[in-house]
């Protein structure tokens, strides 16, 4: 069935199912793979939380977080993100409250790296501050253990053996099941490979590198890399922050909360090559018969990404995007969407400090 609807009325249409209780979500049953070379088992969707605080006015508080997260567990997401910054810790908190009843049926990952305030050791990853901002995650989190502990960027003023080390006590004493990282350059994440099995340690399983039909960059060094090593692909922001949903549009009044308090998404994309790729998208999910945003997932799913870590703020977002899960997409589809791509300049590691002089 070829289903032809605009934007606007996409959110009434998935409504409209919900209520026939037909919905195209729940009429599918979620798809599971391992984290890359480990042997626990993931959802193909992973539910990102970011969204959920108060730093920002796109945010939502746990009100409105609470029916997202509860759809997510009724359709089989068992995998959540969030990181000790995403409002200041208020992220983890509600993580925490919302799976406590189902700790032991979900797998939570959350993040260390980036500044928790003033003063030199509160950030980076050195011993200092891996020890003290785990504890803190735990609490926030109510958890006595963090499934996935991710390094939110490269420290360039830590040793990578130290970070290494610190990383793999907490994995022996229990503390946290697997060690995973974010953004950084491939030589970087070489490197840190090479120091684990240099000292015979635990390993980096998961790359969550920033990732999608506007943003390819990853596809010349890391991508491969990740592959060879066996590293699971988990990227961030799948959807181009919304942009690759098709409710932007060239030459549009652009006023949604996200683009007005998200200090990234406008210098990010809505260039012309972006809506270049966007608009092609489009086409195929007319032919289709599905949203836009399902075919953006569904080409990542198709490009060998374990899951994708999307964003919600509202219910539907969820269902759209676990329904994508379903979308088949051939070559040609393929071919077509990645047609119109033009390289973009690097977004993701942080660049490598100046001198001092
Ligand atoms: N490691 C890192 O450095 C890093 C960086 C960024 C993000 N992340 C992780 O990645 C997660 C996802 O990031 P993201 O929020 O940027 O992801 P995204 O999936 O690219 O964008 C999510 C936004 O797209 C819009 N959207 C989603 N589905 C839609 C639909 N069906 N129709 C219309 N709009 C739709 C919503 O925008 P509105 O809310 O405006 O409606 C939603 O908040 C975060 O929660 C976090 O866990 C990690």
Same mark, same amino acid.
């Given at each position: ?26 009429? !599918? ?14 959802? $193909? ?20 977080? !609470?029916?997202?997260?509860? $759809? ?8 959540? +993100? ?57 609490? $926030? ?30 994995? !022996? ?50 991508? @491969? ?34 683009? !007005?308090? +998200? ?50 703020? $509202? ?7 676990? #329904? ?5 997409? #051939? ?11 033009? @390289?973009?300049?690097?977004?993701? @590691?942080? @660049? ?6």
């Amino acid at each position: 069935m070829k289903i032809d609807i605009s934007y606007s009325d996409r959110v009434g249409f998935l409504r409209t199912l919900k209520q026939e209780n037909k919905s195209i979500a729940s009429a !599918r049953s979620m798809h599971y793979t391992r984290l890359g070379s480990t042997g626990m088992q993931i959802s $193909r969707i992973c539910l990102g939380t970011m969204s959920f605080g108060n730093s920002e006015e796109w945010m939502v508080e746990i009100e409105k977080a !609470r029916p997202i997260v509860n $759809r997510a567990l009724d359709l089989g997401v068992n995998f959540f +993100d969030t990181a000790n910054v995403y409002s200041k810790g208020r992220s983890e908190e509600i993580v925490g409250e919302l799976l406590k009843d189902h700790r032991d049926d979900v797998v939570i990952a959350t993040k260390v790296r980036l500044s928790t305030g003033e003063g030199p050791n509160n950030e980076g990853l050195s011993k200092y501050h891996i020890m003290d901002q785990v504890k803190k995650s735990l609490k $926030r989190l109510g958890t006595d253990r963090i499934d996935l502990y991710q390094t939110h960027r490269w420290d360039y003023s830590t040793p990578i053996e130290e970070t290494m080390l610190t990383l793999n006590d907490l994995v !022996r004493q229990g503390t946290v099941n697997y060690l995973g990282t974010s953004s950084m350059f491939a030589w970087q994440f070489a490197k840190a490979l090479a120091a684990s099995d240099f000292l015979g340690i635990a390993r980096f399983v998961s790359m969550q590198n920033h990732y999608n039909l506007c943003y390819r960059e990853e596809e010349r060094e890391m991508i @491969p890399f990740c592959k060879d090593q066996g590293t699971a692909l988990i990227p961030w922001s799948p959807l181009a922050r919304g942009f690759l949903t098709g409710r932007y549009k060239r030459g549009g009044k652009v006023d949604t909360a996200r683009y !007005r308090s +998200d200090k990234y998404f406008a210098e990010r994309f809505f260039k012309p090559e972006d809506f270049d790729v966007v608009e092609r998208a489009e086409e195929i999910a007319k032919e289709k018969g599905v949203t836009v945003s399902q075919i953006a997932l569904a080409w990542m799913l198709h490009k060998g990404v374990c899951a994708p870590i999307i964003g919600a703020t $509202r219910v539907e977002h969820l269902e759209d995007a676990v #329904s994508s899960l379903e979308v088949k997409l #051939s070559s040609d589809d393929m071919k077509r969407l990645e047609e119109p791509y033009k @390289p973009h300049r690097i977004i993701g @590691p942080l @660049p490598i400090p100046e001198p001092a002089s």
